[in-house]
């Protein structure tokens, strides 16, 4: 006959995520001024709007980020508000500079990805982070960031 031991149910996460992970979120706003991004392929592309968090928002350096485009309005298809975002993960290989990379799903015509370089515009660091986003300025967008210790 089983034991009551065989029933317990895990109840690890009701309290939230497991010790040791951080974790922050929020929202912004796009930026209403444009920069010019690294790729990973060495070229450059200027023109694109962006997000930036302060780091006094996350209190800790970030190994993983996720960032997508709000829809409040309605406008946009669920896929296409889904899409269009930021991945950030610390753990990936560095490209052949040095340089992290993050991945990028940004474009209005159609869902266009990139491999972007972590590299001066975009950054991830103790002051917070900036990456480029489809948006225009303005358009509203949540961010989560973990921190793995």
Not at 81 to 86: E, I, K, Q, T
Not at 90 to 105: E, I, R, V
Not at 119 to 146: E, M
């Amino acid at each position: 006959m089983p034991l009551i031991d065989n029933y317990l149910i895990d109840n690890s996460l009701i309290d939230g995520p497991p010790k040791g992970i951080q974790y922050a979120s929020g929202q912004v706003l796009s930026s209403n001024t444009t920069d010019t991004f690294h790729m990973s392929n060495g070229s450059t592309t200027s023109g694109l709007y962006f997000v930036t968090v302060n780091g006094s928002e996350i209190g800790f350096v970030p190994d993983l980020i996720v960032v997508t485009m709000d829809d409040p309005s309605g406008s946009l298809s669920a896929r296409t508000s889904l899409v269009y975002g930021v991945v950030y993960d610390s753990t990936l290989p560095k490209d052949s500079g040095g340089y992290a990379n993050y991945l990028s799903q940004n474009s209005y015509s159609s869902v266009t990805t990139y491999i972007g370089r972590l590299r001066s515009p975009a950054y991830v660091d103790a002051t917070g982070f900036k990456f480029p986003v489809t948006a225009r300025n303005g358009v509203s967008h949540a961010w989560k960031a973990f921190k793995f210790t």
